[in-house]
């Protein structure tokens, strides 16, 4: 099986890969570390905790989607500096003692990762290889599954010989990489995205020429 990507699309799938496969590692002992070592955390608080991250994340997911519809360079930058602030939670959780820290760095989250999709699914939409698709969504959908998969079972091990703090600048550190990926495409998403008006609006019009002859 012989699957290639175009540059804008390995990148995003890289970072994609990078990004929740550090945060797989946390999936595993989140629950434990709010029970543990939080002020006021139980099994409820850790329930409220993921509950605030999904909620705030779908309420603002569409708005944001609005305004990356807008161009290249808003998706762009939205995509960007979202992984990048969701990147540095996990460090706040290290710096956390009391259960409200939690809430307030989960709604951080929330937002941060709905700009960051929002973003994301425009750029990996528009720069998909026609007729590839299924594929390429395809290719994504593995990256954001096995890895974090694999990484859940080791954030379960590594807990056993590291302590939370170790595990949370970990993952940190993947999600910082993960965002860092994406300047290596800047130039190739904001260079097409200048071009678009001038390129592309007389391709589509030849080809709307020839249908109509045809």
């Not at 970990?170 to 904001?190: E, F, T």
Request: aromatic share 14%; charged share 15%.
């Amino acid at each position: 099986m012989n699957i290639k990507l175009n540059k804008i699309v390995k990148y995003l799938v890289f970072s994609d890969l990078i990004f929740y496969s550090g945060w797989g590692l946390i999936s595993p002992i989140f629950a434990i570390f709010i029970v543990n070592n939080i002020s006021g955390g139980s099994a409820f608080v850790a329930g409220m905790a993921a509950a605030i991250n999904l909620i705030v994340r779908s309420i603002l997911r569409i708005p944001f989607g609005i305004c990356s519809d807008k161009s290249e360079k808003t998706a762009y930058n939205f995509m960007f500096w979202g992984l990048l602030f969701a990147a540095l939670i996990p460090i706040g959780y290290v710096f956390s003692s009391n259960f409200f820290h939690i809430y307030i760095l989960q709604a951080i989250l929330g937002a941060s990762l709905a700009m960051s999709t929002a973003g994301w699914t425009r750029l990996f939409s528009r720069h998909m290889d026609s007729g590839k698709e299924s594929t390429e969504w395809g290719v994504d959908a593995v990256a954001v599954g096995l890895g974090p998969g694999i990484a859940a079972a080791l954030g379960g091990f590594a807990i056993t010989y590291f302590s939370f703090a170790k595990v949370f600048f970990i993952v940190a550190i993947c999600g910082v990489i993960g965002a860092l990926l994406l300047l290596i495409i800047k130039k190739d998403v904001l260079g097409n995205h200048k071009h678009n008006s001038q390129v592309l609006a007389p391709l589509e019009i030849r080809r709307l020429k020839k249908a109509r002859i045809a």
